[in-house]
Structure formats: structure tokens, C-alpha cells
């Protein structure tokens, strides 16, 4: 196999060679041994960029970023270069959310419809697509969906209309029933507290999170500021995706933003610099456990026992499972050239960040999870993340 030459790029003076980084269950390794084995599997697994964040005692004591931004043109990645940010989004969006709760402006349990002086479907859309609810005029089901509902991922909305056979929005199953992940919940959540609270949702953000956090290189729009140094993702075969750059803000997908970004709003998170404790610990709760073989495809309708030990399960806009260090809580970011994961174990103060520009990206999360920080409870085969030297298929995108 060709072998991809991955050039490590020396960013911030937050790790050594020497230092080390101590994992879950206690054990030890270097910075040094963590770039080497970094560089390694992306080489292995033609990965062409990577961006790690490590957290220790819920601060980050290693962040690198290694490979390319553009491997065509050999231009490196940076710590500060912008990714896509995919369904990183969802987590960034529950914390606004959660904030607006703290300040009593949202309820998590009133069904959302009540906010609004009219009904959803009646009103002319302001977007290309995603606030358009004329499908929902003869559905009932969608005005029992509560803000809680769209964040556990329990709404009953499809993933996304187009996905669908029709093309069409509806209500698949009674709300709060059960789990199916749904960027339209999100969505349709964002929608509600835009016409509430007047305001848009990217100002939003900017208010209650990327400003009090200094993440300056974050947006859920592209912004001109991006142009001077910013990631294209790869094909598996290394060809390049053109980028996309002109979304509007979605609260489930639009992200865009950076490694030393979302290290910001991840310490920011651990930290309770954003919330309050108990808002946090409520985030962090389960609102309904998880048993589908898979996340996405055929085998999300069929049970197993096999996440049975971790107690998966879904919180408000992350997903969480049970270990011996107390509950983990993911997010996974997955679309056309990025790949990204993070994990947190606030209890024990540990996590990571893995960012990628690469379509290869998911199939050394395993093995870099276990390397880094001894996370050996993340459901991987329930995500897809099939390790790279194993057949593979590729999930519904997010």
C-alpha cells in the first residue's frame, strides 16, 4: 500500500515530547509516543489530516494537529485552521439551548407549538428549505414535541426530509417513544426559538457561546474571515471535495469551526464556564437508553444486548454511556470529507477531541481512542467506526 507521509506540525506550546498524558484507567503515555502512533495510523489508513485535543483534570495538556489542510497542494493543517464542523453542531446548539434555559426563556417540557402565536406550517419561509413545515398542516403528532424530545433525538422526525422516499417532513413515530436520530428535531427546535426570541440563530450563538468562549473562528455560516486558512475534506481515495460554503445556519449541521475552537468550547463545558452544574448534570442525564445494533441503516430497527454493559443511551444533545470513571458523553460529527469524534468523562476530568478532513478518518477512531485515553467503552461498531484494516460500509451521513 502507498504510504501517505503525514508532516507534524509543532502548534502551541502546550505539549513536549517529554510529557506525559495520563489515560482512564490510570497508565501513562508520552506526547511523544502519541504523535508516533498518530502518524502511524494515518499513514496505515490514508488518513491526510488529523487534529487531536487530550484533556486531562478537564483542561487540555495536548492539542496537535497533523497532515494537511490540502494534500494536493501539501498545504498544512494547523490548530487553528477552519473544518466543517458536521453534527459537532447538535452539541454545541443543546449548550444555547440549555443556556436558555437557565435563563427561564425555554422550557424543556412544553411541547414547542405553544410558543408560537400561529401554527408552524403556517408561516413563509425565511430559508431555502429547512423552515418550511407546509408537510406538517394535516400532521397532529409534531405538536407534542417538546424541546427535550428534538435533543434526545426522540421527536419522530426522519434524520433529514430528503432522505425520505417522498421528500416530504412528517412525524414517523409518536414522539418520545423512542430514539431516532433527527437533525430536523434540531432544526425544528432552532426554528421555534428563532421566532421567540426574534433573533437568528448564528446571533444567538455568537452571544451566549462564541464570544464568552473567545471561539473566534467559529460561525454556523461561512464567514469571509475563513478564506485565509481553511480545510478541504478528501475522498477515500484522496481526491478533494469542493468546498461548501454556502449553508445556512442550521442548528444540526452547519458548524464550522476550529481544533483550538472546539478545545475552548469543550474546557468551557467541562469546566461549567457556560452552564451551571445542575444544568449540566441534566445535559448529561439520560432521557432513554439505546439498543439498536446500529446508529444509522437497516440495523438501527433491529435490538441487541451488546451496548447492554456501557448503559447506552441518549442525553440532551449527546449521547452517553456508563464506565468504571462515570459517564462518558460523545458527539459524533460525520459528512462529506470530515470525520469527527469527541468524548468526554467529566467525573474523571479525561477526554478527547479527534477532528479529520479525511473519509478514512473513522477507521483509526478505535485504535486512537484506546491509545490516547484507554476508551475502551465508546460503542464503535454501533457509530461504524470499523477499524481501517476491516471491510467497511458507510452510514446514512448526519
Known sequence: MRKLYILLLAVLPLTTHAQTITRLDGSKITAAALDQKVQQLMADAQVQGLAVTVFNHNQPVYKKAFGYKNYKTKEPLKTSTNLYGASLSKAVFAVLVM????????????????????????????????????????????????????????????????????????????????????????????????????????????????????????????????????????????????????????????????????????????????????????MFSPQIRIRSVKQFGPLSQRDTTANDAIALSYGLGWGLLQSPYGTGAFKEGHGDGFQHYSIIFPEAGTGIIILSNSDNAEGIFKELLETAIADTYTPWYWENYIPYHQASSQPEKD
Open 99 to 282: 443556556k436558555l434555559v437557565e435563563e427561564g426563556v425555554l422550557d424543556l417540557d412544553k411541547p414547542l407549538q405553544g410558543y408560537l402565536p400561529k401554527p408552524i406550517y403556517t408561516y413563509e419561509p425565511q430559508a431555502k428549505w429547512h423552515d418550511n413545515y407546509s408537510d406538517l398542516k394535516e400532521d397532529s403528532l409534531y405538536q407534542k414535541i417538546t424541546a427535550r424530545m428534538a435533543l434526545a433525538h426522540t421527536s419522530g422526525f426522519p434524520n433529514w426530509r430528503f432522505f425520505e422516499e417522498d421528500k416530504k417532513l412528517r412525524v414517523k413515530y409518536e414522539p418520545g417513544s423512542r430514539y431516532s436520530y433527527s437533525g430536523e428535531g434540531l432544526v425544528y427546535l432552532q426554528v421555534v426559538l428563532e421566532k421567540m426570541t426574534g433573533k437568528p440563530l448564528e446571533e444567538l450563538m455568537q452571544v451566549k457561546v462564541f464570544k464568552p468562549m473567545g471561539m473566534k473562528q467559529s460561525s454556523y455560516t461561512w464567514q469571509p474571515r475563513f478564506e485565509k486558512d481553511f480545510a478541504l475534506g478528501h475522498k477515500a481515495t484522496g481526491e478533494l471535495y469542493k468546498k461548501d460554503k454556502d449553508n445556512e445556519a442550521r442548528s444540526a449541521s452547519t458548524l464550522e469551526t476550529s481544533l483550538d475552537d472546539y478545545t475552548l468550547f469543550t474546557e468551557g463545558v467541562l469546566q461549567h464556564q457556560l452552564l451551571k452544574p445542575a444544568t449540566t448534570k441534566e
